[in-house]
């Protein structure tokens, strides 16, 4: 059975720091894109960062560039996203994704029939 669980939020004050992991099982990991996207209240889901399993190639929103990383454990079939200095701004529900497609040179896409974690809340403030 296809898996993503999410874990790693919490709340923290501006300037903090968190990381986020997403575990994966059922699935080759190296074969798929794995993308973070978030939630605000409110607003529209936003693509965060994405890295393809297989070559590591990487995307990162403007909103987070210098500030968020993405990384991956192929042994444990797990992507972190390291947040730091973390702004109100980010406070919203995290979720990793898995699907065909990914980074290719300064853009990324992912297919719609991918697959989705539960999500974690990670939420800023003073």
């Known amino acids: 059975q296809l898996q993503l669980v999410e874990s790693g939020g919490g709340s923290v004050q501006p300037g903090g720091s968190l990381r986020l992991s997403c575990a994966t099982s059922?699935?080759?990991?190296?074969?798929?894109?794995i993308a973070w996207f978030r939630q605000a209240p409110g607003k529209g889901r936003e693509g965060v960062s994405c890295m393809n399993m297989d070559d590591g190639s990487i995307y990162y929103a403007d909103s987070v560039k210098g500030r968020f990383t993405i990384s991956r454990d192929i042994a444990e079939n797990t992507v972190y996203l390291q947040m730091n200095s973390l702004k109100p701004e980010d406070t919203a529900v995290y979720y990793c994704?898995?699907?065909?497609?990914?980074?290719?040179?300064?853009?990324?896409?992912?297919?719609?029939?991918?697959?989705w974690g539960q999500g974690t809340q990670v939420t800023v403030s003073s």
């Open positions: 059922g699935f080759t990991l190296e074969n798929f894109a």
């Open positions: 994704a898995a699907a065909r497609g990914g980074v290719s040179g300064s853009s990324w896409y992912l297919r719609p029939d991918g697959y």
